[in-house]
Structures are given as structure tokens and as C-alpha cells.
């Protein structure tokens, strides 16, 4: 996997560092960034986005999906806040709601990121 080869090559970058650290010394700052950015890009690829249409509108991974309405899509998009067992916070331009999760699988969707 991608992320292997990511995590693989920041062990890399680490050793080189302790086996010369005088010849890195001058890049330490760009090659902390570096391998931070290299961190954040691995978790995302260890959790690749799925199509909308792969949900299961009850069992919504919180904090990582955007929701709309079928009928009222003049709603706007609202984010899922919070799994509550039967039901979900979310939130929108409107404000916040709680909305059954039953409800969501009949009434709405996932929309696709852009």
C-alpha cells in the first residue's frame, strides 16, 4: 500500500538524521514538515473516502460525512455530529437537529465530496 511505502520512507528519513545529524542540521525544520505532511497524507490513504452511495445511512462514520435531505435539498448539507444509538446530532446552516437514524435511510443522503 501507498501508505506503507510513506511510513517506510519517514523511518528512513529518522535514520539518516541519527546516523549524520550535523549534515541534516541545516533542512531539520523542512524535513519536520515534511514528514508531518507525510504522516497526515498515510492516515488519510489508511482511510480512503467511499463512494455516497456505499453508506449505510445507519451507521454513519461521525465527523467524516456530509448529509442531505432527498426531498429539500434546498437545506443545504449538513454535517453528522454525533452517533446517539438511534439517532444522530447534525448540524447545518439552520443550526442543529437530531435526526432518527431510520429517518436518514429513508429521507437522506450522503452527499459526495467535491
Known amino acids: ?27 531539520k525544520a523542512d524535513i519536520e514538515r515534511c514528514v508531518r505532511a507525510m504522516e497526515r497524507l498515510r492516515i488519510q490513504l489508511d482511510r480512503p473516502p467511499m463512494a455516497p452511495e456505499a453508506y449505510d445511512m445507519r451507521a454513519l462514520p461521525v465527523r467524516r460525512v456530509s448529509i442531505e435531505c432527498i426531498e429539500h435539498p434546498e437545506w443545504g448539507t449538513w454535517g453528522v455530529y454525533e452517533d446517539r444509538g438511534g439517532h444522530y446530532e447534525i448540524h447545518g446552516r439552520a443550526g442543529g437537529r437530531i435526526l432518527d437514524k431510520e429517518e436518514a435511510a429513508r429521507f437522506w443522503r450522503v452527499v459526495p465530496r467535491g
Open 1 to 27: 500500500m501507498i501508505s506503507d511505502v510513506l511510513s517506510d520512507a519517514v523511518q528512513s528519513i529518522r535514520e539518516y538524521q541519527r546516523a549524520c545529524p550535523e549534515a541534516y542540521e541545516p533542512i
